[in-house]
């Protein structure tokens, strides 16, 4: 199946500092990317929609100008969270839509953690 | 509103019996489905997929589901669990009708194969 890669895969902050978050299909070209974040033991809540090109969609009670997301090519799209608190500590994954194969693959997702 | 429903949060069986995961979903028109698995601290693996065509679909792991257009439904089966099968399954479901949306998913399911 496709793949779709995410870097870093754990990243470790201070309070205030902004951490970016890459998300990158590897053989497949994604006009469509999604962000979502997990919390323990729970489903996925998507944040956003990127489309590449035009700016993110972003679901109700998702700060757009805390969670920035960048979608410049076919196949790399950027999640940055700026000022990060530790309430913003969780596991984030990125999703990337192969059109062709009408099927979303996921990255193996970002733990943040702010200190 | 459109939905996905996992009735069970944990199902648990012995290795070698058949395992049963249970989804229904509830959404207009004839929608995409798709079942994922996801093992601890990591991303989501896509297992397998409903377009059209014929009801029963396999998928990766020896895994399949059944579209049950009359119930709704799109159960996930496995002949015979292996104790490596532990994980949490996610059902998700896409509105054909809805090019661009993010896949709406179930709560998951956590699945405990015992030896």
């Known amino acids: 199946g496709a793949v779709v890669s995410q870097h870093p895969s754990r990243v470790i902050c201070k309070s205030g500092t902004s951490v970016k978050i890459e998300c990158r299909s590897l053989?497949?070209?994604?006009?469509?990317m999604f962000w979502y974040r997990q919390f323990p033991k729970q489903s996925l809540m998507l944040m956003a929609t990127?489309?590449?090109?035009?700016?993110?969609?972003?679901e109700q009670g998702v700060e757009k100008d805390k969670f920035l997301i960048n979608h410049a090519s076919l196949t790399l799209s950027t999640l940055t969270v700026t000022s990060a608190h530790p309430e913003d500590s969780s596991f984030y994954i990125c999703?990337?839509?192969?059109?062709?194969?009408?099927?979303?693959?996921f990255g193996p997702g970002t733990r943040l953690t702010v200190l | 509103a459109q939905s996905v429903a996992q009735p069970e949060d944990q199902v648990n069986v012995a290795e070698g019996n058949p395992l049963t995961v249970k989804c229904t979903y509830s959404?207009?028109?004839?929608?995409?489905l798709f079942w994922y698995v996801q093992y601890p601290n990591r991303g989501l693996q896509f297992l397998l997929k409903?377009?059209?065509?014929?009801?029963l679909v396999k998928g990766s792991y020896g895994f399949e589901a059944e579209f049950n257009k009359s119930q709704t439904s799109f159960h996930l089966k496995k002949p015979s669990a292996l104790v490596s099968d532990s994980a949490l399954y996610f059902c998700a479901v896409r509105p054909n009708n809805q090019a661009g949306t993010a896949l709406i998913f179930g709560k998951g399911t956590t699945l405990s194969v015992s030896s």
């Open positions: 959404v207009s028109g004839n929608p995409y």
């Open positions: 409903y377009i059209t065509g014929d009801n």
């Open positions: 053989d497949f070209q994604a006009t469509t």
């Open positions: 990127s489309n590449e090109g035009s700016k993110a969609t972003y």
């Open positions: 999703s990337a839509r192969d059109g062709a194969a009408l099927t979303q693959y």
